[in-house]
C-alpha cells in the first residue's frame, strides 16, 4: 500500500495520487465488441447461440428462461437467503419510491398551463453479471426501481453456467422484482441482444446494469450507436475513506478490503489526518487478508491503493471532491456535521456502524453507482433512470394573447420567420 | 411532400415510413472531429486559435468575453428583445423551479436512515449555436437551469463573428442567467475547451446544447473518453402533428413550416384520420411558403417529410409513441382528453393556440429536447440535468443489528467474505 503525505506533494504528484488504475480498452476489445455486435445484428439468434457455446462453453436450444427453471431455482434457493432477498427488497422499494417524482402542473401566464408528465421507459434490459460469483443484489437493484417505474417490459440477461442453467438466486430475485422475462445471455452479447433485438430476445429501449470490460464497452457501443440508451459509464469499483482519529481500526481496514475484493482493479483511498490511525490500518490489513478467500484478488487492488495522511478533514473533503469517489465512507466521529462538505460522490456512508457492505445489500440505497469520477456529474440508479419526463403546455386564447408577443419578439430576433408566423396567425385569431 | 395510406402499407413500408433521415456520420467527420479533440487537447489555446482562425475566419487574441464587449451588446440590443428575454426567463424560471427534486430522508429500518441529497453539477459547459442564426433562446434553456441548481462555475460558448465579437443578444441572454464566463469559441474546437480545459478556459464536468454535426459528433466522443458528460445525444429537429377533421389548416401549415425552416434535415409529419384535412394543409403550405424568407431550407426538409392518413387517432398515437416525436403537436378538439395516450416524446403541445413556437421560446418549458427517438429512454433538459443526487445512509448500533444479517446472509450468497466480515464485526461490536 502506499502511504503519502498530502502537504509534501506538489501538484503533479497530487494528479498522480488521484489517478485511478489505468482503464484503457485495448483497441482490441473495441473491435471485438464491433463485430459481436454486427453479428448479432445481423445473425440474431444463431449468432447468439454460436458466441455463447464459445464464451460460456455451453449449447443452448433456447435462451429463455422458463417456468420449470423458474421452480427449480425457488427449490434450491434455501429460505435464509430468501427471506434476505425480500427484506433487501422491500427496503429498497421504501427508499426508492419515497423518492419518485411527481407530474406538476404550473400557470406560467394568464390561460398558460406548462406541466411535467411522468412516463416509464416501456422497454427496459437488466444486465446481471455471474462472473467470478452471481450477484443477486444486482437483480434486486435493477428490478425494484423498474417495477416502481412501471416498465412494460423488463427483460433480464445473466449469463449460463456451463450446465446451461442459470444462477437460481438470481433467479429467485429476479421473479421477486417481477422482471417480465429472463435470458440466459452473458457478457457482450447479451447487451447486443438487448440492444438489437433478435428472434427470441425483444429489443429494448435502455440497457442497465455493471459487467466486466466487454459488457461496459458493448453499453458504450449501442449507446453511441443510438441503439439503445444507457444507465452511466462504468468502471472498477472504488472506496474513499475519510477516517479521524477515534476510527475503529478493525472496522476501517475491513471496509477498505471489502472494497478490495471485487476485483483486481478496485481502487482504494484512505484519507486521515492522524498518523497513528494509517499505521495501524496498515497493520490491521494484513492480520485481516490472512482469513480472506479472495486474499489474492485484493492485494492487487492493494497494491494501487492509498493511504493519505492529510493536514486537516477539510483537506480530506477538498480531496474527496475531487475524485468524486463512487463510495464515500465518513469514519469520524461526527460524521453528519461534515456531510455538507461532500460535492459529489455516488452514495455516502455515515459513521462507525454503516459498512459500505450495507449499501451494497440491503439499507435501501442502490448500489449501481457511477464510478471513475462519473459522480462528478452522473448520479446512481433510482427510478427516474427508468422514467421519461414528458414536458406538456396548453395555451388558450387568453394565453397565445398573453406570452404570443414575447414568442414573436425572440422568433424575429433568431430570423425564424415561419416560427414568428405561426405566433401571429393565432394572435390574429384569438 | 409525402403522402400516405397506413392502412395499406405493409410492416417494411410503415418501418419506412417512420425512418427519419439517414443521420450518417462519415467517418471522415469522425475522424476530423478525433484530430481537432486531439490538438485542443495537447496544444491548448494555441490550437483553438488557428482552428478558430480556420473556421470562423477570425483570429481572436483572447477568447473570453470582457466586460466592455458586455456592455457593448447590451447598448447594442432593443427594448423589446431585452422585455422579452427576461420574460421568458421568468417563465423558464417558473416552470423549471417547481420541478425541483427535493432531499428526502426515510428510515428503513429501526436505526437505518437512507436519504438522498441534491448538488449541484461544480462546473457545465453550455453550447449556444450561432450558425445561420444566433439563439439567445438556447443561452436562456440552459442558463436559467443551470442557475436554479446552483452550479458553480456556468462556463457558455458561442461562436464569434467575422469581426471578432459574438451575437449581442447571447451576451445580454448570458447575462440574464448569471453565466459565470463566457467564450468566443464556437463549433467542436468549443466542445474541445470545455471538456478538456485550456491555459484560457476552464474544463468542466458536464456539456450542454445543441449544435451541428461536428458539435454533435465532439460532445459524443468527448463522452466516450471520459472527459465530459453531455446532456444528450442530438440530432435534427423534428415535429409530429396529430390533426383531426377539425383543427385549423393554417394553423397546422404554420406549424409544420416552422419545424421545416430549422433545417434541411428537420423532419415533419403530420397525422390525420381526414384525407380532407390532409388536403388543406398541402395546399396551405405552398400558399405559406410563398412569403418565407427560408423557404428553400424549408422546401428541403418538407421533401422528407410525410402526411400521413391513418384510419382513427388510436392509430396516429400508436403511430406517434413508436417514431418518439422529439415535439409533438395535438390539434385536436379534446387534447387533454388524448394526453394519457402519449407514452413518448419531448414535449406536447395541445389544441389549437398552442403552437410549437411558445414552447421553444417562452411558455416555459425547455427547448433542449430528445430528438431522432431518443424520447423514448432521454428526457429533455431540466434542473435535475444541472445536479448530481447522492445516497446517503447511516446505520446506528441498533440498526446494523436490525439489517446486518441480512446483509451477511446476502455477501456470503456472493461469496464475498471480505463484505461479510465487515458487516459481521461490527454486529460484534453492536
Not at 489505468?22 to 476489445?29: F, I, L, S
Not at 462453453?57 to 430468501?82: H, I, R
Amino acid at each position: 500500500m502506499n502511504r503519502l503525505e498530502w502537504a509534501s506533494l506538489d501538484e503533479a504528484r497530487r494528479r498522480d495520487a488521484l489517478t485511478r488504475p489505468v482503464q484503457v480498452v485495448a483497441q482490441r476489445t473495441r473491435d471485438q465488441v464491433a463485430a459481436l455486435l454486427a453479428d448479432v445484428r445481423e445473425r440474431g439468434d444463431a449468432a447468439l447461440r454460436e458466441i455463447t457455446a464459445r464464451f460460456d462453453g455451453v449449447e443452448l436450444a433456447s435462451f429463455e428462461v422458463t417456468e420449470a427453471e423458474f421452480a427449480a431455482a425457488e427449490a434450491a434457493v434455501g429460505d435464509e437467503l430468501k427471506t434476505a432477498m425480500r427484506e433487501a427488497a422491500a427496503r429498497i422499494e421504501a427508499f426508492h419510491k419515497a423518492g419518485m417524482a411527481k407530474p406538476y402542473s404550473v400557470e406560467t401566464a394568464p390561460g398558460v398551463v406548462c406541466e411535467r408528465m411522468i412516463r416509464p421507459i416501456a422497454r427496459v434490459g437488466l444486465y446481471v453479471p455471474a462472473g467470478s460469483a452471481p450477484l443477486p443484489s444486482t437483480a434486486l437493484m435493477l428490478g425494484v426501481p423498474a417495477r416502481l417505474a412501471g416498465c412494460r417490459e423488463v427483460v433480464l440477461c445473466t449469463p449460463p453456467r456451463k450446465d446451461g442453467s442459470a444462477d437460481p438466486a438470481v433467479l429467485v430475485a429476479a421473479r421477486l422484482t417481477g422482471a417480465t422475462r429472463v435470458f440466459k445471455l452473458g457478457g457482450a452479447q447479451a447487451v447486443a441482444a438487448l440492444a438489437f433485438g433478435s428472434d427470441s430476445v425483444p429489443k429494448v429501449d435502455k440497457i442497465f446494469g455493471p459487467g466486466n470490460s466487454y459488457v461496459t464497452e458493448a453499453k458504450q457501443q449501442v449507446a453511441q450507436a443510438g441503439a439503445a440508451a444507457i444507465d452511466m459509464p462504468a468502471g472498477p469499483s472504488e472506496v474513499l475513506v475519510i477516517a479521524d482519529a477515534g476510527a475503529n481500526v478493525a472496522f476501517v481496514a475491513a471496509d477498505l478490503l471489502s472494497q478490495a475484493e471485487h476485483g483486481p482493479d478496485s481502487q482504494v483511498l484512505l484519507l486521515s489526518d492522524d498518523a497513528a490511525l494509517l499505521d495501524a490500518v496498515e497493520t490491521e490489513i494484513e492480520t485481516q487478508l490472512a482469513a480472506l478467500p479472495r486474499a489474492d484478488i485484493a492485494r492487487q487492488a492493494l497494491a494501487a491503493s492509498r493511504l493519505v495522511r492529510v493536514q486537516d478533514l477539510e483537506q480530506a473533503f477538498a480531496i474527496s471532491n475531487a475524485y468524486a469517489p463512487e463510495h464515500l465512507i465518513l469514519a469520524l466521529r461526527e460524521p453528519r456535521a461534515w456531510l455538507g462538505q461532500v460535492e459529489a460522490a455516488g452514495s455516502v456512508f455515515l459513521g462507525d456502524y454503516t459498512p459500505e457492505a450495507l449499501g451494497d445489500y440491503c439499507s435501501g440505497t442502490n448500489h449501481v453507482l457511477p464510478t471513475s469520477g462519473a459522480a462528478r456529474a452522473y448520479s446512481g440508479v433510482s427510478v427516474a433512470s427508468f422514467q421519461n419526463f414528458v414536458s406538456v403546455q396548453s395555451a388558450s386564447r387568453e394565453g397565445i394573447a398573453a406570452i404570443g408577443g414575447c414568442a414573436y419578439t425572440l422568433a424575429r430576433a433568431e430570423s425564424l420567420d415561419a416560427h414568428a408566423n405561426a405566433v401571429a396567425l393565432r394572435m390574429e385569431a384569438a
